[in-house]
């Protein structure tokens, strides 16, 4: 009897002594969500806006990537594919304009010339005026933190501009970082050159594959540059405190059915002579692009002229924005009044009641700048637009807006307001894992007024001028710690009793399980994107309009029907595949 004690005890013993080694090096391999950080400087001609930090270049995996000629500059998340960056030389036609502010990257000619690819596509925006070419990509790193994603699908461009909706042409401010695909790589293949192709990585791609997040997922909320609130972008998870359920959700990342467009106020009297308006969209329901790299509201026309007619702005002629009336008191009611505008959205998963995203008008007073005019104008950002429908960065101060490629799913949700402490409702990084289909967000209805709190002015009545200037909340919305490190300590708890080898075998077979989801997942995307056999008789065809498809997914025309398709030919027989055919 007292030989069994024994035996018991030192197997628990053992077992506990796993466990806290399991949990010492643990974080070192588990999966984890990558938090993108945002540079603090924000930028015109049509915002402020935020961007992200991301540094460019390096190809010697040997050597720290400081050592290596990198340069550092901010970029627009959003689209798809290739990130797009921009040479200096671009930006010589556009002198005295914030063409480049973001930072220019000329890459290295030591690293060029290491470089295989001759693939010169050109991209194009028309929701934003942006238009792109002269363009190599090169397969360089690209680091984000102190995470290099080495041969990195770049864009380098020689050209670029933006035709501003009065037909104004100012060069490119910033270039855009690719949130992902529906691969996690681009493939290029050599003419001739069987079996031979060249891989670029797409960032959060390549950190999926290297198992460094648990799913090949995005989560983003832009934030305002106007109320310092800074934005929020993970991937393979998301920020939870920028997310007030219930969440939309959607398929096609660049498709989602946008019911109505209303006005309301969330508390006090309405500045308006109403006190709610529906039925703003027309003409009625339509599919809409949420596009974090457009700055406007792109809607059509008779939508922003209904919305003019309601507000104190005035459209310009010249200028074909429309202009907030800055000397009408009205103006200045309404944006530091709790009135918005809202865009409801059909129920998500599980839910009954259609989901309605108010952006407030505070987040609504923008300001344009050099080249647009030359001195600055606070602008309402409804620009009129024949095509479908796109919601760029006006509305996404407001909005969260997420994806797991892999799940084929894309998420819209109310953001909160700036809080208190400008953080939302508190920073709560949650990860996303494999194949999931669905995310939480805070659910209440009070989240909204209070992020807001503090940052507008409820109106005591109507007739008067009079403002109260609403308290600022002094408890900043601490949301409770997650469940996670309960059922840590639950964990621990039960790893102490003599059921800690028990759970390391659950804990082994489950480990085991989800690496093998995550490779057949993994090898599912890689048959897809398998090379498309060349044609012979051809000629040496970049597929010019295919470049577009990366990155302007808002435009049906430049779409791609599938992967197949990203595989981009270099038409050349040489071993080294270096020849420039243009
Ligand atoms: C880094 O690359 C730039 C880009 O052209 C080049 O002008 C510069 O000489 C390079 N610097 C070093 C230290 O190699
Ligand atoms: C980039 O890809 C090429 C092949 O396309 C490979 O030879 C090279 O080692 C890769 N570079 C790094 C740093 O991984
Ligand atoms: C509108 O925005 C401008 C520029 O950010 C700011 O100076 C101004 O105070 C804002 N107006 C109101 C009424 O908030
Ligand atoms: C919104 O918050 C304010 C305090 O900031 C409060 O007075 C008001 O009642 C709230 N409104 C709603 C609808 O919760
Ligand atoms: C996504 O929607 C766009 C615009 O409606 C459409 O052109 C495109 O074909 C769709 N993509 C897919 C993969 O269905």
Redesign the pocket.
């Known amino acids: 009897m007292s030989y069994l004690n024994y035996d018991m005890n030192s197997i628990a013993a053992i077992a506990l002594l796993i466990l806290y080694f399991l949990a010492l090096i643990g974080p070192a391999f588990a999966a984890q969500r990558f938090i993108v950080p945002w540079d603090t400087n924000k930028f015109g001609p049509d915002g402020p806006w935020q961007a992200v930090r991301i540094t460019l270049g390096g190809d010697d995996k040997s050597k720290f990537i400081e050592t290596q000629n990198v340069t550092q500059i901010s970029a627009y998340p959003g689209g798809s594919w290739t990130s797009i960056t921009f040479k200096k030389s671009a930006c010589t036609e556009y002198p005295n304009t914030l063409c480049g502010v973001g930072g220019t990257w000329d890459p290295d000619p030591d690293q060029l010339d290491r470089q295989h690819i001759f693939y010169s596509p050109s991209w194009e925006n028309k929701a934003s005026g942006f238009y792109a070419n002269d363009s190599r990509i090169v397969a360089l790193g690209l680091t984000i933190g102190t995470t290099t994603v080495w041969n990195a699908s770049l864009g380098s461009c020689s050209t670029g501009s933006i035709t501003y909706p009065n037909g104004k042409v100012g060069g490119v401010p910033l270039g855009i970082l690719a949130l992902g695909a529906e691969d996690t790589k681009q493939t290029f293949t050599i003419r001739d050159t069987v079996g031979s192709a060249i891989f670029a990585a797409l960032f959060p791609g390549q950190l999926y594959k290297d198992n460094a997040i648990p799913s090949y997922s995005y989560g983003l909320h832009i934030g305002s540059a106007?109320f310092d609130y800074p934005g929020s972008l993970a991937f393979g998870g998301y920020n939870k405190g920028r997310v007030i359920g219930p969440v939309v959700s959607f398929q096609n990342a660049s498709t989602v059915d946008l019911l109505d467009i209303g006005i309301g106020v969330e508390a006090g009297a309405s500045p308006f002579p109403f006190d709610k308006k529906d039925k703003l969209l027309s003409p009625g329901q339509s599919k809409v692009n949420p596009d974090p790299t457009a700055p406007y509201l792109s809607l059509p026309g008779e939508t922003c002229d209904d919305l003019a007619k309601i507000l104190p702005v005035t459209y310009d002629q010249s200028l074909k924005y429309y202009l907030w009336n800055v000397d009408d008191p009205l103006?200045?009611k309404i944006?530091?009044s709790p009135a918005y505008l809202s865009f409801t959205f059909p129920p998500g998963p599980g839910g009954s009641d259609n989901v309605i995203i108010k952006v407030p008008f505070a987040l609504l007073?923008l300001?344009l700048e050099r080249p647009i005019t030359d001195i600055p104008k606070?602008y309402f950002p409804c620009v009129p637009y024949g095509d479908s429908p796109v919601l760029g960065r006006a509305f996404l101060q407001a909005a969260f807006l997420g994806r797991n490629w892999n799940a084929k799913t894309s998420w819209l949700a109310q953001a909160p307001g700036p809080g208190t402490a400008r953080v939302g409702l508190g920073d709560q990084y949650t990860d996303i894992s494999d194949g999931e289909t669905l995310i939480e967000g805070y659910k209440g209805s009070d989240y909204f007024n209070q992020s807001w709190s503090g940052h507008w002015s409820i109106i005591q009545d109507y007739g008067t001028n009079e403002t109260q200037q609403d308290k600022p909340n002094n408890n900043p919305h601490n949301p409770p710690s997650k469940g996670l490190s309960k059922a840590a300590k639950a964990g621990i708890s039960v790893g102490a009793a003599l059921g800690a080898t028990l759970l390391l075998g659950v804990l082994a077979f489950y480990w085991r399980n989800r690496a093998a989801r995550k490779k057949a997942r993994v090898q599912e995307l890689e048959t897809r994107s398998q090379a498309v056999p060349y044609d012979q008789n051809g000629p040496p065809n970049y597929y010019p309009s295919q470049g577009k498809a990366y990155f302007n997914a808002s435009s049906p025309r430049y779409e791609l029907p599938d992967m197949g398709a990203q595989t981009v030919e270099i038409p050349d027989t040489s071993t080294s595949g270096a020849r420039h055919l243009q």
Do not use: G, M
């Open positions: 106007a103006f200045t944006v530091s007073n300001t606070q």
